[in-house]
């Protein structure tokens, strides 16, 4: 089947050490996503790729940065985490946009805990 | 600020009863509406979507009514089953950027 999956489904890191989270899909879409969702609270958009094209959004610290090698792969990559960064990630990917709209697919998401 | 929000953070529903989420935007420029269900451990998968051009839209016991003078939306569920327990999010795209905003969600909870 078709999806979007990512690894590790649970990482801990302590606090200041660089992390990574990572992001495959299988369904050939172009736009891929990174939210942060943390307990409670709405998903949030981080930043997002069309293609290669990176768009950070205004407010996502620069602690955040990304980095997409190729169509199928996306990686979130926390350069120093601090306590706040504690949240589930996930990432999601879509079609090309246009005025019908395309539906976003989601992976199942990573739970970060910094110590 | 909070540009879609659902006021309801939970709601309890016997089984085989309607459920009725709502969701309440404040841009007007928003052009396309999502809703999507969320188990435990698991991403928002894509429930139901209405353009801004429609008032309503419907798929099997799943229904999304559309507002647009109130900036309002609501999902209905009928008849509501105890699988359809999950936190359901709302979401709005503002023009053909694809970016969506979420609301904070409504926690489901259908009784057998």
């Known amino acids: 089947d078709a999806m979007v999956i990512q690894n590790p489904r649970y990482q801990v890191t302590q606090f200041g050490k660089p992390v990574t989270l990572s992001c495959s899909q299988t369904?050939?879409?172009?736009?891929m996503y990174w939210y942060q969702q943390k307990s409670s609270q709405a998903p949030k958009l981080l930043f997002h790729?069309?293609?290669?094209?990176?768009?950070n959004e205004a407010d996502t610290p620069d602690n955040f940065q990304s980095r997409r090698p190729n169509t199928s792969f996306c990686f979130l990559d926390i350069r120093s985490p601090g306590l706040g960064d504690a949240a589930m990630y996930l990432c999601?990917?879509?079609?090309?946009?246009?005025?019908?709209?395309?539906?976003?697919?989601f992976g199942p998401g990573t739970r970060l805990t910094v110590t | 600020d909070q540009q879609v929000k659902q006021n309801s953070p939970s709601l309890s529903v016997q089984e085989g009863r309607i459920s009725i989420l709502n969701c309440d935007y404040t841009?007007?420029?928003?052009?396309?509406f999502l809703w999507y269900k969320k188990y435990p451990a698991e991403g928002p998968t894509f429930l139901i979507s209405?353009?801004?051009?429609?008032d309503k839209n419907e798929d099997g016991r799943f229904t999304v009514f559309l507002n647009k003078s109130a900036k309002h939306l609501s999902l209905h569920i009928v008849p509501s089953q105890p699988g359809d327990s999950a936190v359901y999010f709302c979401a709005a795209r503002a023009g053909a950027t694809n970016k969506l905003i979420f609301g904070t969600g409504t926690l489901l909870a259908v009784q057998p």
């Open positions: 209405i353009s801004s051009i429609k």
């Open positions: 999601a990917t879509s079609e090309y946009p246009d005025i019908t709209g395309y539906e976003q697919y």
């Open positions: 369904l050939n879409h172009n736009v």
């Open positions: 841009n007007s420029m928003f052009d396309y």
């Open positions: 790729y069309y293609d290669k094209d990176f768009n």
